[in-house]
C-alpha cells in the first residue's frame, strides 16, 4: 500500500543534541513538507520540498534543516538551535494536480 | 498574521444532532480549501474539500459551505455521531498542489 512512515513514532533528545526525524514515501509525489503541531497552534510549515534537490523555508524554519536528495525521502534534523522543539511532527506530500495533503502518523519529539 | 481562522476552540454537540464548525480566512487568493480530521498522535486524514467556483460540496454526512464574500467556510457533520470527537482543521490553499495554511483546529466532542 502507498502511503507516508514517519520513524520513529516517539523520540526522546537530550538538550544540545541535534535529532533526525525519518519521513519517507512511495506515492511518487514531488512535493513534500514538515510540518509542527503544538496544542492551541495548530499545523505551522517548517520546512517544503517541490523537487528533488530544492526545499523552502516555511513559517517557523529557525533551529530545523532538512535535505531532500531522494524523491522519496525528506528527513527533518531538528537542531540545538530550536529553542523549545517539544511537539508532534507531521510531514506530509501532494501529487502534482492532487487534492490536498496525505499525512504520515507523526513523530512525537520530547527534550529531557 | 493568521490567514485561517477557526474561533472555536472546542465545540460540544449531543449525538445525532448537527455539528457546525466555522472557519474565516483572509487571503483573497485562496482558492481551495479543505477540512482535515485528526485523533491524537496520528496524523490528520482529509475530510472533503471545495474549490472557490463552487458555494456547496456534499460527501455523505459532510457538507462544506463557503461564502467567497464573506471569506468564510462552514462543515455541518450530519447526524453527528461518537466517532466524530477529533479535531478538525480548515485548510486552504492558493493552487491545488500548493502548500496548505492551517487553521488551529477546533475540538468537537459528541455527547452521549
Known amino acids: 500500500d502507498g502511503g507516508i512512515t514517519q520513524s520513529p513514532k516517539y523520540l526522546f533528545r537530550k538538550e544540545g543534541q541535534n535529532v533526525t526525524l525519518s519521513c519517507e514515501q512511495n506515492?511518487?509525489?514531488?512535493?513534500m513538507y514538515w510540518y509542527r503541531q503544538d496544542p492551541g497552534q495548530g499545523l505551522r510549515l517548517i520546512y517544503y520540498?517541490?523537487?528533488?534537490?530544492?526545499?523552502q523555508k516555511g513559517d517557523i524554519a529557525e533551529g530545523y534543516s532538512v535535505s531532500r536528495e531522494k524523491k522519496e525521502s525528506f528527513p527533518l534534523t531538528v537542531t540545538s538551535a530550536q529553542k523549545n522543539p517539544t511537539a508532534f511532527y507531521l510531514c506530509?506530500?501532494?501529487?502534482?494536480?492532487?487534492?490536498?495533503?496525505?499525512f504520515g502518523s507523526g513523530t512525537r519529539l520530547t527534550v529531557v | 498574521d493568521q490567514q485561517v481562522k477557526q474561533n472555536s476552540p472546542s465545540l460540544s454537540v449531543q449525538e445525532g444532532r448537527i455539528s457546525i464548525l466555522n472557519c474565516d480566512y483572509t487571503n483573497s487568493m485562496f482558492d481551495y480549501f479543505l477540512w482535515y480530521k485528526k485523533y491524537p498522535a496520528e496524523g490528520p486524514t482529509f475530510l472533503i474539500s471545495i474549490s472557490s467556483i463552487k458555494d456547496k460540496n456534499e460527501d455523505g454526512r459532510f457538507t462544506v459551505f463557503l461564502n467567497k464574500s464573506a471569506k468564510h467556510l462552514s462543515l455541518h457533520i450530519v447526524p453527528s455521531q461518537p466517532g466524530d470527537s477529533a479535531v478538525y482543521f480548515c485548510a486552504a490553499s492558493a493552487r491545488r498542489d500548493d502548500k496548505i495554511i492551517f487553521g488551529k483546529g477546533t475540538r468537537l466532542h459528541i455527547l452521549p
Open positions: 506530509a506530500s501532494i501529487g502534482t494536480g492532487l487534492y490536498g495533503y496525505t
Open positions: 506515492l511518487n509525489h514531488d512535493a
Open positions: 520540498s517541490q523537487i528533488v534537490n530544492d526545499f
